[in-house]
């Protein structure tokens, strides 16, 4: 299983990092639309009832499909007028609503954790679309007005609250913090994790175009490690709002997409919630 599993994720960082590295922004548009199509589809197999399982697989091909359009559109030199009244659109309303559901239902998910709650429920199946759509426009976005380097320096965000979170709950683990969802994570994982985050945006922010470096002009350092803390945090909840999912729909994983890794909603739990706030805190748009 381990040998699986790096490999698995040896290949999918060589294929991120080609997307990045490539002379176009197409192939990393193109496989944020594969990696969004996917996600909703694994999302709705979490939410949708059993009679309507169906509309999953369409969903998720008529999403990616959208999506790799829409990108084609962002990236004419003169965007047509629908096109821009489209990112307008969202960035004005799409971003900003997925972010205030994050902030305040997903959280209030969390802390209620009720596992035994209504698996089929339409408000869950319409927030995985509107999450999917605000998470490749602010990827997207990230990507087109600001480069590889400023995109990465956000991910690494959530990868790095993620390993320190694992190695500091292994080592230190002792409370739960929330047993009913997830009972592998403690407090002083999550503690481990913020850490790891902070200490990532002030390394980072001393490099010229990066996430850090952007929130540091916009609101001042101090401001800027307490966004850092609540960017952690929102992170752990996109990971959290994942297990409650699965915790309903009585599943391990999303799917088995990823041998070793078992979904791409798996693999991206976390940065759901934080892509489109930070794209927002960095005044990306």
């Given at each position: ?47 949708l ?31 047509d ?12 309303v ?29 408000l869950i ?6 999450a ?9 976005q ?53 850490i ?7 390394f980072s ?21 307490l ?49 489109p ?9």
């Amino acid at each position: 299983m381990l040998k699986q599993r790096i490999i698995t994720a040896a290949v999918l960082l060589a294929i991120l990092l080609l997307s990045l590295l490539a002379p176009s922004p197409w192939p990393f548009l193109i496989l944020m639309a594969v990696m969004a199509g996917c996600a909703l589809w694994e999302w709705l197999r979490l939410s949708l009832h059993a009679d309507a399982q169906g509309l999953a697989i369409p969903a998720g091909f008529t999403m990616g499909m959208a999506l790799i359009v829409l990108g084609g559109r962002m990236l004419l030199a003169e965007p047509d007028p629908a096109t821009a009244q489209l990112l307008d659109l969202v960035n004005q309303v799409l971003v900003p609503l997925a972010a205030l559901s994050w902030v305040t239902g997903a959280v209030a998910a969390v802390v209620r954790a009720r596992t035994q709650g209504p698996r089929h429920h339409v408000l869950i199946s319409g927030f995985g679309v509107l999450a999917v759509l605000a998470l490749w426009f602010s990827l997207a976005q990230f990507f087109i007005l600001r480069g590889a380097w400023f995109l990465v320096s956000m991910m690494a965000l959530i990868w790095i609250a993620d390993s320190a979170a694992y190695f500091a709950g292994r080592v230190f683990g002792r409370r739960k913090l929330a047993p009913r969802i997830s009972p592998g994570k403690t407090w002083e994982g999550a503690l481990g994790g913020v850490i790891g985050v902070v200490l990532w945006m002030v390394f980072s922010a001393m490099w010229g175009n990066s996430f850090a470096a952007a929130l540091v002009q916009r609101w001042g350092m101090v401001p800027m490690l307490l966004l850092a803390v609540f960017l952690a945090a929102l992170s752990i909840v996109g990971d959290l709002f994942e297990s409650l999912l699965k915790r309903r729909a009585g599943v391990k994983d999303s799917s088995q997409l990823l041998p070793g890794h078992g979904g791409v909603y798996d693999r991206i739990d976390a940065l759901f919630p934080v892509a489109p706030v930070a794209l927002m805190l960095a005044g990306v748009v």
